[in-house]
């Protein structure tokens, strides 16, 4: 479709379209990195892969050149609009005076590329230097990292993911006619006393470009409400928007995969849950909020395996608990601020039930800290006890609930 065709749309619409597709001259060039010799194989795998799909690849090949192979294979990553890596048991050779071998150059001269990585097991005999390679390669959030045992097997894997790859791209590219409408529930009363933790959120993310945070507390300490403001005020930075997914309601870790696909609205199923959910994020700047992950921890590596396959995918979890997975951010979340006259063993939070009914001194000082609370910031929920149809079991941490129960009239 020539660029001309494109009617209607913005002339920065136009220009991403002119720069992503291109006359069959300018075919998409894949640069394919791995060391010579012992992955012959694999190579002409890759090269038949690339073109199969009439695309371009590029392959630095040892031989007479009038420049030092450094600068050719440069040169060549640099024209590259695609880095596939192919790793075996061979670091590869370290050219006199420099401290990185050719092949680990080639992976750093990529960054800001899509890069497939393709890694041959068995490998008994793996050279501990790429081993270190491949643990930073594997850390590091914004390739898709793959095994496969011979070339058959890697040239389908090759050819897939650049077919997907490339639908995805062209995908990002298209118009969109507004801009995303945030998912997010909208609580019924007002915000108290959450800025610094917001502002706290909001920095991870949009300053040191944190992609996993989990807000941790005991139960009804105000998790889910915090990740919500911080949502709320991040979604401008993520033009496919924000995904909240309440967890509560998922029973067994099994079962992740699907109401994350369900939170987003895919249709799918069975084996091809976790690969559709991939694949729709992998090319999309997206917040995810994940609330309530307690109790489904085992399905953390879902949530780390979509990390690493979507580069623009951050996400904002709640849980009682921390993830335990790379990358990941704890914040506490603090109970909201006691008022002076409200201290621990008062009979305000002795007696916390009583809050709710008629009666006891307790309750009538409590509704006083409320009062003057809701004189700054407008009423407080009332007593912020679980929803219903909260988990069965949740409610066994209300006692150590009760520091942030205070500030919220629990
Ligand atoms: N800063 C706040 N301002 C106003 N209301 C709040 C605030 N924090 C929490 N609440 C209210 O208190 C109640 C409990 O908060 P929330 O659901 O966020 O707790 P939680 O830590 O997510 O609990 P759980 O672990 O049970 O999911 C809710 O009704 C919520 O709206
Ligand atoms: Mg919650």
Redesign the pocket.
């Known amino acids: 479709m020539p660029a001309t065709a494109v009617a209607d749309t913005t002339s920065a619409d136009t220009k991403s379209l002119a720069s992503l597709i291109r006359t069959p001259d300018q075919r998409i060039r894949v640069f394919v990195s791995s060391t010579l010799q012992e992955l012959a194989a694999e190579r002409t795998a890759v090269r038949d892969a690339v073109t199969r799909l009439r695309l371009v690849p590029v392959m630095f090949e040892l031989g007479a050149r009038s420049h030092s192979p450094r600068q050719v294979y440069r040169a060549y990553v640099e024209q590259s609009q695609v880095f596939v890596g192919v790793y075996w048991q061979s670091y590869g050779w370290v050219a006199p005076g420099e401290q990185a071998s050719g092949l680990e150059d080639e992976y750093r001269l990529s960054a800001g590329m899509p890069r497939l990585i393709y890694v041959k097991s068995p490998a008994p005999d793996r050279e501990p230097r790429l081993a270190e390679l491949l643990a930073r390669i594997k850390d590091h959030d914004s390739v898709s990292y793959q095994r496969f045992s011979d070339p058959a097997e890697l040239q389908r894997l090759v050819e897939d993911d650049l077919a997907v790859l490339l639908s995805e791209r062209f995908e990002m590219t298209r118009p969109t006619s507004a801009a995303p409408v945030p998912a997010l529930p909208v609580?019924a009363?007002?915000?108290?006393?959450?800025e610094q933790e917001a502002a706290e959120v909001e920095d991870l993310v949009v300053r040191q470009g944190v992609r996993l945070i989990t807000l941790t507390?005991?139960?009804?300490?105000?998790?889910?409400?915090?990740a919500i403001e911080a949502a709320g005020r991040l979604s401008a930075r993520f033009p496919d928007g924000v995904m909240f997914i309440d967890l509560?309601p998922v029973s067994a870790a099994g079962l992740v995969p699907a109401a994350v696909a369900a939170g987003l609205g895919l249709t799918t199923s069975g084996d091809k849950i976790v690969a559709d959910v991939v694949s729709y994020l992998r090319a999309r700047q997206l917040l995810l909020v994940l609330?309530?992950v307690?109790q489904l921890t085992e399905g953390a590596p879902l949530l780390a395996r979509l990390l690493a396959a979507a580069p623009g995918l951050a996400a904002l979890v709640?849980s009682?608990t921390v993830l335990r997975i790379s990358g990941e951010n704890e914040l506490r979340?603090p109970p909201?601020a006691v008022p002076p006259s409200y201290t621990k063993g008062s009979a305000g939070l002795r007696l916390g039930p009583a809050v709710r009914g008629p009666g006891p001194r307790g309750g009538a000082r409590l509704r006083a800290d409320r009062t003057q609370r809701a004189g700054r910031c407008g009423d407080?929920?009332e007593a912020?006890r679980?929803?219903a149809g909260?988990r069965a079991g949740?409610g066994q941490?209300q006692a150590a609930a009760a520091a942030?129960a205070a500030g919220?009239a629990r």
Not at 189 to 194: A, C, E, M, W, Y
Not at 217 to 226: F, I, Q, Y
């Open positions: 609580p009363t007002p915000l108290v006393d959450r507390g005991p139960g009804g300490v105000g998790k889910s409400r915090l509560a609330d309530n307690e709640t009682r979340v909201l407080l929920p912020g679980p929803a909260h949740r941490d942030g919220q």
